[in-house]
């Protein structure tokens, strides 16, 4: 069926003059690969089963680009029931789903990139202090899914002991202050030392609305330090005996 009628907005969306459009049929107007994905959404109607529906489709604009759109679709029947007309609402979201499309891309190569550095990356929101992301080494090594992570609060994930050691930098934190310190971990790969940095996030108004956390294995420099410090004290001990 044909456009029966269409409205100012409706014509500005699409880059149509109302006599362009209502000679058009749907399918003329809607991204080719949504019009299977319309008929679909629009069978109920027409077999009777629901009489309003709400889906998300692409359109054409007459300049070739596409045009997302959320569609409300209403059907009106005559006094035997039979279909006459669809009423149908269309509310341009294309800039919320590029801006939903750029966050994707934005959080793929964020976890592209932290995936594959030799580092513990998280970031828990404020002040509720829930995870919202965490690398994969993150995940591997405390033993869990990142998606067992993802909001869960901090005190859930560390130890009561090593929660009760990081609180008093994370209440820094949370005060807009960076600020590390280092301790000892119970991971995957046995016990490490670990350098945790807590780096605030601000909102425009400069609130602390969450915290990054930069953290970074100690253990092989503790190590060699450790085996230093052995190796002078036999030096020294050996010197006093001569």
Known sequence: SGEVDVNKAFCD??????AELISRKWQDLTHPDDIELTNRALAPLLAGNQ?????????????????WAEVGTAIRRDAGGKPQYFVTSVNDITRR??????????EALLRLVTDNLP?????VNAPALCYQFVNRQFAFSFQRPREEIIGQP??????????????????RALHG???????????AEGQRWIQVNYV????QSGKVNGIVVLSH????RKQAEEALREAEERFHSMFERH
């Open 177 to 187: 202050e960076r600020c590390s310190y280092e301790t000892a971990f119970p991971l």
């Open 200 to 203: 605030p996030s601000l909102d």
């Open 154 to 171: 901090v005190s859930s994930i560390l130890s009561q002991a090593n929660f009760e050691f990081a609180w008093p930098y994370i209440e």
């Open 119 to 123: 580092a513990y990356v998280a970031y």
């Open 51 to 67: 009489d309003a529906i709400r889906f998300t489709k692409r359109y054409i604009h007459k300049d070739g680009s596409t045009i």
């Open 97 to 106: 789903r590029r801006a939903e499309e750029n966050l994707r891309q934005s």
């Open 217 to 220: 294995d100690l253990t092989e």
């Open 13 to 18: 969306m699409l880059g149509y003059s109302r």
